[in-house]
């Protein structure tokens, strides 16, 4: 028989819930590696140096984090405002300051890179601040590596659905076609650093796993 689900307390504004794994609160950012070579500001960090790495791993989860790109437009295209969440490392969800800013499609601010662009492009002005959401169910492989299931991910910008359980091709790259390769079920997640200084806040994340059980049987009349 199914379990009675779990009380939690929802977070404020975005906020945490109670059963959320809380990765940066405007103070530090002592779970993730290389975290000392972002600065942090008035309760933000602001990217430099290098990307950052958890240093825990994750597998299916929600994820939720929010960013500005500069508020001085700088370089065009690719050039303006980049960043991206690389789910296990491998799976990029594009930041980019997209508004008012062409660049390729599917490489583009709420675009799974190279793979697929969002569905409307829900970017706010530069400087201001911005959210994802992010669902993500990551992919199993059989013994043998091939896909036993593939991954998805559904993306909201700002509120807005960009991406509605997209199925993953394979890992992302800029230089080659996507493709899987075996991984575990858990593995760390990577802010990229891509020689712009993004502001980020309000980083959490939640493990993601159905109930498990069966529904009573209808009573026989």
């Not at 307390?9 to 906020?15: H, I, R, V």
């Not at 993306?155 to 993953?168: D, T, Y």
Request: with cysteine; net charge neutral; hydrophobic share 30%.
């Amino acid at each position: 028989i199914l379990p009675e689900p779990a009380v939690i307390e929802p977070g404020k504004d975005g906020g945490p819930p109670s059963d959320a794994i809380v990765l940066f609160d405007g103070k530090d950012l002592s779970k993730w590696k290389n975290g000392e070579n972002w600065e942090i500001k008035d309760g933000y960090a602001i990217a430099r140096k290098s990307g950052i790495t958890t240093k825990d791993s994750y597998g299916d989860c929600q994820f939720h984090i929010e960013f500005a790109t500069p508020e001085k437009i700088e370089g065009t295209g690719q050039g303006r405002g980049n960043s991206g969440v690389y789910l296990m490392g491998k799976y990029e969800v594009q930041i980019l300051d997209s508004y008012d800013n062409k660049t390729y499609f599917d490489g583009q601010c709420g675009s799974l890179y190279k793979q697929t662009t969002p569905m409307v492009n829900a970017c706010r002005k530069p400087g201001e601040w911005q959210s994802f959401d992010i669902l993500f169910e990551s992919p199993r492989f059989n013994d043998d590596g091939s896909v036993k299931r593939p991954g998805y991910v559904t993306v909201l910008h700002n509120g807005v659905c960009v991406q509605n359980h997209f199925e993953l091709l394979g890992g992302t790259f800029f230089h080659q076609p996507a493709k899987y390769e075996k991984h575990p079920d858990k593995l760390p997640l990577n802010i990229q650093f891509h020689n712009n200084p993004l502001r980020f806040r309000n980083i959490w994340i939640r493990d993601i796993k159905p109930l498990e059980g069966k529904k009573p049987e209808a009573p026989k009349n």
